[in-house]
């Protein structure tokens, strides 16, 4: 049998190195990949050439320029530019080299801030998005709308998926913009260390977040890119084509805080400062499209949670600041 090959953009982030890991166990796929200083995903023609030479046939387009609210706040144009270049430099490559097959990876915060919960395919633009993130979140929808553009034009089979708060292997744990879990794991880990006496969280611990460990996002991706044709579209519609991808179950922050600080041996106190702000009450995903398509997260919050300590006490000293 010929093997598929197979190009990971982005595979040295979170996603694309879970991606990585999963297919190096498929013997039907042979990997492409391309770092930074190989290929410039913001360059067009740089993007044209390659796709013309790997006779490339399947893509996962994981690469972006991702960050929390303090970067997405001080960098907007970056991060709308950026994103917009990398997604249609690849999607209109792959095109123009005749790849069939892409699945895009997008984000939960294309969703309106004020979305019905959980969050529905549905409410896809219809509503305001959430401010700090909103030329991030304009990025990724274009990236939906390229895919099904190419679809219904040329009739190719791009893909999108949305995924909700991802943690695991590989995740940012800088001390000023990681995101929650990998900020929190760190925080209770260093003052465990110290011997602190407490750990304070911001906000009251009441809003609800879903996370989703990063092997399940790459499992649930490399499911969702192989489906066969008539499952897929008896699912989706063309102009309504994206799939969120969660576990459907959500905690509020005060249980995760008391979850990693279980899992880091933490034995001191948790103080929630209530000055500080709680953002978005609730976000969750609707998995009932993913669920329809037969695939399910597996991997429970504190098991998942405890494999990212191990991994970050693994790698803590190359993670110094």
Partial sequence: MVKQRVFVAGHKGMVGSALLRRLENDENVELVT?????????????VLAFFQQ?????????????????????YPAEF????????????????MADVQKLLFLGSSCIYPKMAEQPMKEEALLTGTLEPTNEP????????????????????RD????????????????????SHVIPAMMRRFHEAKEAGAQEVVVWGSGK?????????????????????????????????????????????????LAETIKRVVGFEGELVFDTSKPDGTPRKLM????????????????????????????????????
């Fill in 207 to 255: 809003p609800m977040r879903e996370f989703l460990h990063v092997h399940d996002m790459a499992a649930a991706s490399v499911y969702v890119m192989n489906l066969d044709n008539e499952t897929y579209q008896a699912n989706t519609k063309p102009m309504l084509s994206h799939i969120n991808v969660g576990t459907g179950l959500d905690c509020t922050i005060r249980e």
């Fill in 286 to 321: 609707d998995v009932s499209r993913l669920k329809a398509l037969g695939w399910e997260a597996s991997i429970p919050l504190e098991e998942g949670l405890q494999q990212t300590y191990d991994w970050f006490l693994m790698h803590q000293k190359q993670l110094r600041n």
């Fill in 34 to 46: 391309r770092n930074r200083a190989e290929l410039n995903l913001l360059d067009q023609s740089a």
């Fill in 136 to 155: 991030y979140a304009i990025a990724k929808i274009a990236g939906i709308k390229l895919c099904e553009s190419y679809n219904r034009q040329y009739g």
């Fill in 80 to 95: 709308i530019y950026e994103n917009l270049m990398m997604e249609a430099n690849i999607i209109h490559a792959a095109h």
């Fill in 158 to 177: 791009y893909r999108s998926v949305m995924p909700t708060n991802l943690y695991g292997d590989n995740d940012n744990f800088h001390s000023e913009n």
């Fill in 54 to 74: 790997e006779n490339i046939d399947q893509v996962y387009l994981a690469a972006a320029k991702v960050g929390g609210i303090h970067a997405n706040n001080t």
